[in-house]
């Protein structure tokens, strides 16, 4: 099985800045692309950030240019920076990823895993 951590959520005021943080680990074969989405409190979780396994990188309209997404593929780990951080940026943050594990009889995927969430809360 695979396991999602993230870590680096917490309170800011406006106009501050977080980094996030998300290893995987378990019977990894390969990693795909990877990602962070966000809910905020009663709306539809949304795509941040995605990251494909060779670097390419997309991002939501409302953080272009304040957000920035990358990842260690040495580590299995995807970051977010986040810089002039909004009270609308508040929110659950879930990091996915689309890995490959490997099994007794060979590999199997790519699957969907997901992190437990991290709470990122901006003040005004």
């Known amino acids: 099985q695979v396991q999602l951590v993230e870590s680096g959520g917490g309170l800011v005021q406006a106009g501050g800045s977080l980094r996030l943080s998300c290893a995987a680990s378990?019977?990894?074969?390969?990693?795909?692309?990877m990602g962070w989405y966000r809910q905020a409190l009663g709306k539809q979780r949304e795509l941040v950030a995605a990251?494909?396994?060779?670097?390419?990188?997309s991002y939501a309209d409302s953080v272009k240019g304040r957000f920035t997404i990358s990842r260690d593929n040495a580590k299995n780990t995807v970051y977010l920076q986040m810089n002039s951080l909004k009270p609308e940026d508040t929110a659950v943050y879930y990091c996915?990823?689309?890995?490959?594990?490997?099994?007794?009889?060979?590999?199997?995927?790519?699957?969907?895993?997901w992190g437990q969430g991290t709470q990122v809360t901006v003040s005004s």
């Open positions: 996915t990823a689309g890995v490959v594990t490997t099994t007794p009889v060979g590999t199997f995927g790519p699957n969907d895993y």
């Open positions: 378990g019977s990894i074969f390969s990693i795909n692309a």
């Open positions: 990251i494909t396994s060779g670097g390419s990188t």
